[in-house]
């Protein structure tokens, strides 16, 4: 498996760019959401705070696990910038 990472670093990163970009446009969703759901539920809003907070702790979460994808060893070559000798 790792030999599988050090081969696929940069297609690796990519995931995760994007998969962090859809993240932060998530939460960006999750704002107005946030009012909607509000002005639907009326008075104070306990139930409306359930469904921002589980997506808050699930973003959290999954931002936390694709930290570990960055933290994998790279291929030798790229100790050098790239350089093969």
Avoid: K
Wanted: no cysteine.
């Amino acid at each position: 498996m790792n030999d599988f990472y050090s081969q696929n670093v940069n297609p690796v990163r990519f995931q995760v760019l994007f998969t962090t970009l859809g993240i932060a446009l998530f939460l960006w969703f999750l704002g107005p959401l946030w009012r909607v759901l509000g002005e639907a539920e009326g008075g104070p809003a306990r139930g409306t705070t359930v469904a921002p907070v589980g997506a808050g702790v699930a973003s959290v979460l999954m931002l936390v696990g694709l930290s570990g994808a960055l933290s994998l060893p790279r291929p030798p070559d790229s100790a050098a910038g790239g350089l093969r000798r």
